[in-house]
């Protein structure tokens, strides 16, 4: 069974910085792309970042580029996102996702998310 | 960026209804949209992924269509289980986009 558990969310001010991880069993983790998706009750979903399963593509939403960073750790089984200068607007529920499916291009499992808030 | 709009934002439908949504791409995306169901504190959920095929283990109530830049998402006959929003994603260009979402109610 495919399993995917975040960790590290949690309460942090304005300009501050979070790791996030994600840590995956039950299926082959070094044949996948991983995503970050975050929601918020406001805007919906919203896809963040994508690396691909050597870490030789790396993707970012406009709005998070050049603050946060994507990596992963294949010998891990784990995916993180390093998340800097953190602003009000990042407050979401952050997934990790795995790029799967038959043409390798939908978010076919979820972990089960990991909140943030950034709030002085 | 591609643009994915949906319609309508929220619906409610009597048990047993036929339930249909509507995504419009702001350009053309052939068939590479997916579609998700959310429940309230839960993780999104694949439902449809290639506009028009079911995942794994979704009950045949749900269907998908369309090409190129518009898409209809359908339940046949919605359940109470089927509460839930629902969201449409292309994955065409990066970055992949998501509809704004359907939430669905029953009446």
């Known amino acids: 069974e495919v399993q995917l558990v975040e960790s590290g969310g949690g309460l942090v001010k304005p300009g501050g910085s979070l790791r996030l991880s994600c840590a995956a069993s039950g299926f082959t983790f070094s044949s996948y792309s991983m995503n970050w998706v975050r929601h918020t009750p406001g805007k919906g979903l919203e896809w963040v970042s994508c690396i691909s399963s050597s870490s030789s593509y790396i993707y970012y939403a406009e709005s998070v580029k050049g603050r946060f960073t994507v990596s992963r750790d294949n010998a891990k089984n784990s995916v993180y996102l390093q998340m800097n200068s953190l602003r009000a607007e990042d407050t979401a529920v952050y997934y990790c996702a795995r790029l799967g499916g038959l043409g390798a291009s939908a978010f076919d499992n979820w972990g089960q998310g990991t909140m943030v808030t950034v709030s002085s | 960026d591609i643009q994915m709009t949906q319609s309508p934002s929220s619906l409610s439908a009597s048990v047993g209804d036929r339930v249909t949504i509507t995504c419009q791409a702001s350009q053309d995306i052939s068939n590479s949209l997916n579609w998700y169901q959310q429940k309230p504190g839960k993780a999104p959920k694949l439902v449809i992924y290639?506009?028009?095929n079911l995942e794994t283990g979704v009950p045949s109530r749900f269907s998908g269509s369309g090409s190129g830049t518009v898409f209809t998402f359908t339940i046949s006959s919605l359940q109470p289980k089927d509460i839930a929003t629902y969201y449409c994603q292309q994955y065409d260009n990066l970055p992949y986009t998501f509809g704004q979402g359907t939430k669905l109610e029953i009446k």
């Open positions: 290639d506009a028009s």
